[in-house]
C-alpha cells in the first residue's frame, strides 16, 4: 500500500460548512481530539444519519453528526485520526 492510497475513516464531525476551505473532525466525538482536514484533500465525504455524544469545546456533552471520510493515508495518519 502507498502513502497516497485513500483510507476511509468514521468521523465525528465537529464543524463543517461548505463555505470553509477545512472541516473539523474527530474519530471519538471529543473536541480536544479535534482536527482540520482541508477539502482539497478530502476524496469523499458523506453524513451517515447517525450521531455520537461528545463534546464541544467548552467541555459541554453534545450531539455529533457522524460521517464517513475519504482522505489519504498519510494525513489520516498525520493527524492521529488511525
Known sequence: MSRN????LLVAV???RPDRPSMVVSIDGESKHARYIPRSLIQSFHLTG???????????????????????????????LV
Open 5 to 8: 492510497d485513500p483510507t476511509e
Open 14 to 16: 465537529h464543524f463543517d
Open 50 to 80: 447517525q450521531t455520537t455524544q461528545g463534546t464541544d469545546r467548552n467541555g459541554q456533552t453534545v450531539r455529533i453528526s457522524l460521517g464517513n471520510l475519504v482522505i489519504p493515508e498519510w494525513l489520516a495518519t498525520r493527524e492521529e
